[in-house]
T-cell receptor, first 111, second 114 residues
Framework: GQNIDQPTEMTATEGAIVQINCTYQ??????LFWYQQHAGEAPTFLSY????GLEEKGRFSSFLSRSKGYSYLLLKELQMKDSASYLC????????????FGRGTSLIVHP | DAGVIQSPRHEVTEMGQEVTLRCKPI?????LFWYRQTMMRGLELLIY????????DSGMPEDRFSAKMPNASFSTLKIQPSEPRDSAVYFC????????????FGPGTRLTVL
């Protein structure tokens, strides 16, 4: 089976930097996704990592360490609109390749 | 592209009634997924289809739940009879190919069973 762990809630200040961690235990590994979900809306894709290292995309960056079963999403220059839930999803190797979602981290950005 | 379309957006029903949720995937996508999201359990995969064929329904909670995909552009998720614990947001998502391409989610159906 798979086990994905994220903090339930985080708060940060507008303009700051925040790091949202995700640890996972899977039977094999074939990629990790980060999704953003605003309240009352559908999840939308942010990033995909399959190799170790940092992937940067504008204000958002995602890091992966396969040996540690660890990823983080880094959000810079926080804006109020970044208040949302951030979902980590892991794709195990073999079988269906369908990602399993963590329960998400609710980020609250305050002025 | 119109994206994944779901209907209804909101459904309120009474315990014991039949509920049917509908989904139209993005044209050309060959995978379709049904998810359920609750505060307690997060986003759970219920079932997914590949080329209209159900591949894995191990996430379907019990026999009261059934899903069909009669063609490439339409799928239904049915709950009969519904129970209060079925109250959740149900998302449909679609993607193309078996690779790491991202899933595109519909807006969801918020189901409340009284």
């Amino acid at each position: 089976g798979q086990n994905i762990d994220q903090p339930t809630e985080m708060t940060a200040t507008e303009g700051a930097i925040v790091q949202i961690n995700c640890t996972y235990q899977t039977s094999g590994f074939n990629g990790l996704f980060w999704y953003q979900q605003h309240a009352g809306e559908a999840p939308t894709f942010l990033s995909y990592n399959v190799l170790d290292g940092l992937e940067e995309k504008g204000r958002f960056s995602s890091f992966l360490s396969r040996s540690k079963g660890y990823s983080y999403l880094l959000l810079k220059e926080l804006q109020m609109k970044d208040s949302a839930s951030y979902l980590c999803a892991v794709r195990a190797s073999g079988g269906s390749y369908i990602p399993t979602f963590g329960r998400g981290t609710s980020l609250i950005v305050h002025p | 592209d119109a994206g994944v379309i779901q209907s209804p957006r909101h459904e309120v029903t009474e315990m014991g009634q039949e509920v049917t949720l509908r989904c139209k995937p993005i044209s050309g996508h060959d995978y379709l997924f049904w998810y359920r999201q609750t505060m307690m359990r997060g986003l759970e995969l219920l079932i997914y289809f590949n080329n209209n064929v159900p591949i894995d329904d191990s996430g379907m909670p019990e026999d009261r739940f059934s899903a069909k995909m009669p063609n490439a552009s339409f799928s239904t998720l049915k709950i009969q009879p519904s129970e209060p614990r079925d109250s959740a947001v149900y998302f449909c998502a679609s993607k193309y190919g078996r690779g790491p391409d991202t899933q595109y989610f519909g807006p969801g159906t918020r189901l409340t069973v009284l």
